[in-house]
């Protein structure tokens, strides 16, 4: 190891001990789970968008969106139109889940279906699983960050990080996270924006971009090099993610209001959509920096170290591991809400005693990152895991969250329906090279398959229920 990846090592070290610092001063005020999970729901304005910038601007655009333009060019510009989209649609589809007071994705999912039981447990499982998903992402992510700038293997990195966050998360809970992401929003905002002027001034400017390998022939956002139907479908799988994702609902319950909601989200979604260039543009001036990187997900690092000056490179490549770390808390704490007040009530029996709330809450997240971690050992190709476990678990629930929210005929049997279909779908697709080949990935053909069938079987089961309830009439009358 060399002194400068020792240096970085021991200035990583010293930004967990302030993460640790920090989730003890607030989980001073902690009594209770609502505390640890939601805030207390009095979560401010500024601090539902720094946690909500924080997360689309890190591990998604730092590893992902960046890797992908060092592949494909202008595409990478995709991730951020889909993830604006999402959190538009997201404050003004789904803000109004606030006033309804809901503490999971999986309640408020249930509630459209008259919660049904079988519906709400299925629900609190996938979703569940989906935090996990998302979660073992940023610590893929972060694991590829700190390898590359320590020299340590990515095992062992991802066993850092992993072993970080469940330290300073399981002692300050949600508090913690708005917090810690709201400064880091601001860090890498900036960062990525002077990054990319300093990436222009080393590559000789906006013109040799333009004229470079990736972008030359390759069409608006490079669809001429990797496809309309993948493109649109890449864009898709981002938005759903948004619409879908747990964490994203936990900003929705956790606020003060669902105004303030509102205006987070939209103002994060308008400075993402105006950022979504930025992590292209990184990309593609890493690219004609060095087209030999052995993983293109460490374009971003390579480059903060190559066109920026060393002590400010690698304060940029900190603030993105650290933003890692704060997207990766906020999911952990989705998927803690959901372990707690679903999935314990369901298999106790009962609720959680009030006098063991934080304590069992802490031992949920212990074993949420845990799981997490187990499956992010498994893989390293970040826009891979995140397309496909969109596709395989997040369809359904978008699409359940939909037809449930603004269609009074959908029934439970559709809900059931919806999640299968959509997994079906997904699965169909993902079996066949030369189907996902042209698709890109298999989120839309998993969205379709669960709208679809989704409405078909509300359908069926309303005309049931009426024939059944028109024997019953018929049979009283006799």
């Not at 510009?77 to 889940?97: D, E, K, Q």
């Not at 004609?288 to 903060?304: C, R, V």
């Not at 314990?344 to 074993?367: F, K």
Request: glycine share 10%; proline share 3%; with cysteine.
């Amino acid at each position: 190891m060399t002194s400068q990846q020792s240096f970085f090592l021991l200035a990583f070290a010293c930004y967990l001990l302030a993460m640790v610092v920090i989730s003890w001063w607030v989980s001073r005020w902690q009594k209770s789970a609502s505390d640890f999970l939601l805030a207390g729901r009095r979560v401010p304005v500024f601090l539902t968008l720094g946690t909500t910038v924080a997360t689309m601007v890190g591990t998604g655009s730092s590893m992902g969106a960046v890797g992908f333009a060092y592949q494909n060019g202008w595409a990478g510009t995709l991730y951020g139109i889909g993830g604006a989209l999402g959190i538009l649609l997201l404050a003004w589809l789904f803000a109004p889940a606030r006033a309804q007071n809901f503490s999971t994705m999986s309640e408020e999912l249930a509630s459209y279906v008259d919660n049904h039981p079988f519906v709400k447990k299925l629900l609190a499982l996938l979703i569940y699983s989906a935090s996990i998903g998302w979660l073992g992402a940023h610590l893929i992510g972060g694991g590829m960050y700190l390898s590359w700038l320590t020299g340590i293997e990515q095992g062992q990195a991802k066993l850092i990080i992993g072993i970080g966050l469940a330290v300073y998360v399981t002692i300050g809970g949600y508090s913690a996270v708005v917090w810690t992401d709201a400064i880091q929003a601001v860090m890498l905002f900036i960062g990525f924006v002077f990054m990319a002027y300093f990436a222009l001034d080393l590559v000789g400017g906006l013109g040799a971009i333009q004229h470079s390998e990736s972008v030359v022939g390759s069409g608006l956002l490079s669809i001429n090099t990797i496809g309309v139907i993948p493109a649109i479908s890449l864009a898709i799988a981002v938005l759903v993610g948004v619409l879908a994702t747990p964490s994203f609902r936990q900003r929705i319950y956790s606020a003060e209001s669902v105004r303030s909601v509102r205006q987070s989200f939209v103002i994060s979604g308008g400075l993402y959509l105006l950022f979504s260039g930025v992590p292209a543009l990184i990309g593609i001036s890493a690219y004609l920096l060095n087209a030999q990187l052995d993983n293109p997900a460490f374009a971003f690092p390579y480059l903060a170290l190559h066109s920026l000056p060393l002590l400010f490179g690698g304060l940029l490549i900190l603030a993105g591991l650290s933003a890692t770390l704060s997207s990766a808390s906020s999911d952990a704490i989705a998927g803690v809400s959901v372990l707690v007040d679903d999935i314990y009530q369901w298999l106790v029996g009962s609720n959680m005693p009030e006098q063991h709330q934080l304590l069992i809450s802490r031992v949920a997240m212990l074993l949420t990152v845990g799981l997490a971690l187990f499956m992010a050992l498994l893989s390293d190709d970040i826009v891979s895991y995140i397309t496909h476990m969109v596709a395989m678990v997040m369809s359904g629930l978008c699409v359940m969250g939909l037809l449930g929210r603004f269609w009074r005929g959908y029934t439970w049997q559709g809900a059931l329906t919806t999640l299968i279909s959509g997994v079906v779908g997904a699965g169909v697709v993902a079996q066949q090279a030369s189907w996902l080949a042209w698709f890109g990935n298999p989120v839309l053909p998993a969205l379709c398959s669960a709208m679809i069938f989704g409405i078909l079987a509300s359908k069926l089961s309303q005309k049931s229920s009426v024939n059944k309830a028109h024997n019953t009439v018929e049979q009283t009358s006799s």
